[in-house]
């Protein structure tokens, strides 16, 4: 496929408001360490090799295990992951794919305050708006 747009010769304004996002959210009140696992989850739906690269070891440096990160495709089918991070999964990928369902807000509203919530929304938005940024054509280096 080939690149449409190049983002980072002609979206440097947006890619800027994108970043601005970014440093909000690492004040949020919601740990870094999910917040890394939401990213690392939301680049695993969306096949962006680039961004699970660049998330994995972001959260890794976060303290985050190679099991957990190994198995969270499969978040619903181990014991690895708290209520509270189940619920912010659950919610990453609802709010991924445009469909939230009432019982994943209920939950998710078990463990998280109305401002995080927001954040959880916003760091969900900006991870799938920076996946559909990155070109084709960028590629991973060894």
């Not at 957990?68 to 992951?81: G, K, P, Q, V």
């Amino acid at each position: 496929m080939e690149p449409r747009i190049n983002f980072m010769e002609k979206g440097q304004g947006a890619l800027k408001t994108l970043f601005g996002i970014g440093a909000y959210l690492k004040k949020s009140s919601i740990e870094r360490k999910l917040l890394e696992l939401i990213d690392f989850r939301v680049s695993q739906i969306n096949g962006c090799a680039y961004c699970l690269d660049m998330h994995s070891k972001d959260a890794r440096a976060h303290g985050e295990t190679e099991q957990r990160l190994y198995a969270l495709s499969a978040w619903r089918e181990t014991a690895f992951f708290t209520d509270r991070e189940r619920a912010a999964l659950a919610w990453a990928e609802a709010v991924t794919a445009c469909n939230v369902p009432d019982e994943t807000f209920k939950k998710l509203k078990e463990f998280f305050t109305d401002e995080e919530i927001i954040d959880l929304t916003l760091a969900v938005s900006s991870i799938n708006t920076g996946t559909a940024s990155i070109s084709p054509s960028r590629t991973l280096k060894q």
